[in-house]
C-alpha cells in the first residue's frame, strides 16, 4: 500500500530490519549478551511489564553505556550520510554525487580538524564546535565542487566526480597541514580520520541530535520537491518551484546531516552511494519513497557493518571505514560502469 508515494510496507521492512540489526549489534562482543536477556531487560524497564531483568549489574551497565549508545550513534550516521548520498544524487541528478565524491566528507573533515587542534583557544569546551565547523567545511566543498565541475565541464557525471575527487583531494591536504600545527593531537585526529563509532557514548549522541533531526527533516519533506527537479528546470517552473531556491536548501540540509556524522563517528566512505541505489532498485525513482526508506536501510546498514568491524578480527577492532570502503568500493565501479554504459 502507498499513499503519498510512501511505501508503508518498506518501511515496515525497514523498520523490523532495523530493529534485527540493532539486536545482533548490541549482543555482538566479547561478553556473552542474549538476544533474549536483552529483549526481557527492556521489557523489565517497562512500567507495566512485570519483568525481571536477567542480567547482572555490570551486563547493564555494558549494555547501556558501552553497547546501547554504540548501537544507537550507528544507526544515526548511517541514515545521515545514506539519506545525505540520496538527496544530493536527486538534486545534482547524478547517480554518482555522494558526500565523499562530492567534497562535503572532506571539507567537514576539515573544518572538524581545526576545531581539535585551535578550538581550546577559543573556548573551553571545543566539542560543541565540531558540527558547526564540519557544517561550514561540507557546504564549501560541496560548492567549491559543484562550481568546478559546472565551470570546467558541464557539470556532466564524469566532469562533477573529476571536480569532486579534486576538491577533495585539495581538502585532504589542507587537513593533513593543520594535523601537523597540532602533534598532541595526532592519534585522536588519525583514529577519528579511520571512521569508527566506539569513541563516544551517550554524550555525543546528544551533541548531534538536534543536528540530525533538522537535516533528516527537511530532507524528508523535499522528497515531492527532488521528484518535481527531476522533471527539468523548465517543467518545475512551470509547476511553480523554483529549482535554484530547492537546490540550496536540500545541499544545506544534506551538508548539515553530512557534518553531524562525521563530527562524532569520522570519516566513512561510501554509505551514501551504496544504500541509495540499492533503495532506488527495490522501490523505484519516486524520491519521496527513496528518502524515508533510506534513512532505515541506512541505519541498518552501518549497524550491521560495525557488527562486522567489531568481530571480523576479534579481539581486535578494524576501523569501520575500512570495512565500508571494502563493501563500498567495487559497489562504486560497478555503478560507474554502468552510468558509462547509458552513456550519460
Same mark, same amino acid.
Given at each position: 500500500?502507498?499513499?503519498?508515494?510512501?511505501?508503508?510496507?518498506? &518501511?515496515?521492512?525497514?523498520?523490523?530490519?532495523?530493529?534485527?540489526?540493532?539486536?545482533?549489534?548490541?549482543?555482538?562482543?566479547?561478553?556473552?549478551?542474549?538476544?533474549?536477556?536483552?529483549?526481557?531487560?527492556?521489557?523489565?524497564?517497562?512500567?507495566?511489564?512485570?519483568?525481571?531483568?536477567?542480567?547482572?549489574?555490570?551486563?547493564?551497565?555494558?549494555?547501556?553505556?558501552?553497547?546501547?549508545?554504540?548501537?544507537?550513534?550507528?544507526?544515526?550516521?548511517?541514515?545521515?550520510?545514506? /539519506?545525505?548520498?540520496?538527496?544530493?544524487?536527486?538534486?545534482?541528478?547524478?547517480?554518482?554525487?555522494?558526500?565523499?565524491?562530492?567534497?562535503?566528507?572532506?571539507?567537514?573533515?576539515?573544518?572538524?580538524?581545526?576545531?581539535?587542534?585551535?578550538? /581550546?583557544?577559543?573556548?573551553?569546551?571545543?566539542?560543541?564546535?565540531?558540527?558547526?565547523?564540519?557544517?561550514?567545511?561540507?557546504?564549501?566543498?560541496?560548492?567549491?565542487?559543484?562550481?568546478?565541475?559546472?565551470?570546467?565541464?558541464?557539470?556532466?557525471?564524469?566532469?562533477?566526480?573529476?571536480?569532486?575527487?579534486?576538491?577533495?583531494?585539495?581538502?585532504?591536504?589542507?587537513?593533513?597541514?593543520?594535523?601537523?600545527?597540532?602533534?598532541?593531537?595526532?592519534?585522536?585526529?588519525?583514529?577519528?580520520? &579511520?571512521?569508527?563509532?566506539?569513541?563516544?557514548?551517550?554524550?555525543?549522541?546528544?551533541?548531534?541530535?538536534?543536528?540530525?533531526?533538522?537535516?533528516?527533516?527537511?530532507?524528508?519533506?523535499?522528497?515531492?520537491?527532488?521528484?518535481?527537479?527531476?522533471?527539468?528546470?523548465?517543467?518545475?517552473?512551470?509547476?511553480?518551484?523554483?529549482?535554484?531556491?530547492?537546490?540550496?536548501?536540500?545541499?544545506?540540509?544534506?551538508?548539515?546531516?553530512?557534518?553531524?556524522?562525521?563530527?562524532?563517528?569520522?570519516?566513512?566512505?561510501?554509505?551514501?552511494?551504496?544504500?541509495?541505489?540499492?533503495?532506488?532498485?527495490?522501490?523505484?525513482?519516486?524520491?519521496?519513497?527513496?528518502?524515508?526508506?533510506?534513512? &532505515?536501510?541506512?541505519?541498518?546498514?552501518?549497524?550491521?557493518?560495525?557488527?562486522?568491524?567489531?568481530?571480523?578480527?576479534?579481539?581486535?577492532?578494524?576501523?569501520?571505514?575500512?570495512?565500508?570502503?571494502?563493501?563500498?568500493?567495487?559497489?562504486?565501479?560497478?555503478?560507474?560502469?554502468?552510468?558509462?554504459?547509458?552513456?550519460?
Amino acid at each position: 500500500m502507498k499513499g503519498f508515494g510512501i511505501p508503508f510496507g518498506w &518501511l515496515l521492512g525497514g523498520v523490523v530490519v532495523l530493529c534485527t540489526a540493532a539486536l545482533f549489534g548490541i549482543s555482538a562482543g566479547a561478553a556473552s549478551l542474549t538476544a533474549a536477556d536483552i529483549l526481557q531487560h527492556f521489557l523489565g524497564l517497562l512500567p507495566f511489564g512485570g519483568v525481571e531483568s536477567p542480567l547482572t549489574e555490570r551486563q547493564e551497565a555494558l549494555l547501556m553505556e558501552l553497547r546501547l549508545p554504540r548501537v544507537v550513534m550507528g544507526a544515526i550516521v548511517g541514515a545521515l550520510l545514506a /539519506t545525505a548520498g540520496g538527496a544530493y544524487q536527486g538534486v545534482f541528478r547524478n547517480p554518482l554525487a555522494d558526500p565523499f565524491l562530492l567534497g562535503a566528507a572532506a571539507g567537514a573533515g576539515l573544518g572538524a580538524t581545526m576545531v581539535m587542534v585551535f578550538g /581550546t583557544d577559543l573556548t573551553t569546551d571545543p566539542r560543541a564546535l565540531v558540527p558547526v565547523a564540519a557544517f561550514v567545511g561540507a557546504l564549501l566543498g560541496v560548492a567549491a565542487a559543484y562550481a568546478l565541475g559546472s565551470t570546467a565541464g558541464g557539470g556532466g557525471t564524469a566532469a562533477l566526480v573529476l571536480a569532486g575527487v579534486a576538491v577533495s583531494s585539495f581538502l585532504s591536504a589542507a587537513q593533513t597541514l593543520v594535523q601537523q600545527m597540532g602533534v598532541d593531537q595526532l592519534q585522536r585526529i588519525y583514529a577519528w580520520l &579511520l571512521g569508527g563509532l566506539g569513541r563516544g557514548g551517550w554524550d555525543d549522541v546528544r551533541l548531534i541530535a538536534p543536528y540530525a533531526v533538522v537535516g533528516l527533516a527537511v530532507l524528508l519533506l523535499s522528497g515531492y520537491l527532488l521528484d518535481m527537479l527531476a522533471l527539468g528546470d523548465d517543467k518545475a517552473v512551470s509547476l511553480g518551484l523554483n529549482p535554484a531556491a530547492v537546490r540550496l536548501v536540500v545541499i544545506a540540509a544534506a551538508s548539515l546531516a553530512t557534518a553531524a556524522a562525521v563530527s562524532v563517528s569520522g570519516l566513512i566512505g561510501f554509505v551514501g552511494i551504496v544504500v541509495p541505489h540499492i533503495v532506488r532498485r527495490l522501490v523505484g525513482s519516486n524520491y519521496r519513497a527513496i528518502l524515508p526508506v533510506t534513512v &532505515l536501510a541506512g541505519g541498518s546498514f552501518l549497524v550491521t557493518v560495525d557488527i562486522v568491524a567489531r568481530t571480523i578480527v576479534a579481539p581486535a577492532e578494524l576501523p569501520i571505514g575500512v570495512v565500508t570502503a571494502f563493501l563500498g568500493a567495487p559497489f562504486f565501479v560497478l555503478i560507474l560502469r554502468t552510468t558509462r554504459h547509458r552513456g550519460t
